[in-house]
């Protein structure tokens, strides 16, 4: 419950607060756990490695980016490479994909950088071929970039 409080504050200061972010400064930040379990190719990093088959949330995520022109779709193994990612990066709103707990610690811990966080569905449980909905993150980003 605290993990929860802490993302829904957060959203609600990053929406009040953080608006008309150009697209190329908007990065979007997923778990590896979002990738088909069985899948081939190992998309760890810019998820360029993904065939695009369909199988998982990664190939629409791409599209998404394409579609809005982000700086980057970001898949990470653990909160380490997330903090870390958004760290290095050089932008300036991350849209953060993850369950509660990684959220409100990944959120927690890169601060004072922008993070927006989205929750994970978990249909399998956790950390197995996990689901997020691209319309959900679509309205996410349409909120800072002004569309």
């Known amino acids: ?3 929860n409080l802490i993302v829904n504050i957060n959203n ?6 953080v608006k ?3 697209p190329n400064d908007i990065a979007i930040l997923g778990p590896r756990c979002i990738q088909f379990n069985k899948c081939r190719e190992a998309v760890v990093g ?18 998404l980016k394409q579609e809005c022109n982000l700086k980057d779709l970001f ?5 380490s490479a997330a903090r870390k990612f958004v760290k290095d ?4 709103l991350v849209i953060a994909i993850a369950c509660e707990r990684e959220l409100a610690l990944g959120i927690l811990g890169v601060i004072p950088h922008k993070s927006y966080g989205i929750y994970l569905k ?3 449980g956790p950390c197995l071929n996990t689901f997020i909905d691209k319309s959900e ?8 970039i002004g569309r």
């Open 122 to 124: 978990k249909p399998n």
């Open 75 to 79: 898949i990470v193994t653990g909160g």
């Open 12 to 17: 609600f200061l990053i929406k009040k607060f």
């Open 20 to 22: 008309n972010v150009n």
């Open 89 to 92: 990066a050089k932008i300036k």
């Open 137 to 144: 993150v679509k309205k996410a980003l349409e909120g800072f």
């Open 46 to 63: 810019g998820a360029n490695e993904c065939k695009l088959c369909g199988k998982c949330p990664i190939k629409d995520l791409m599209e």
């Open 1 to 3: 419950m605290l993990f």
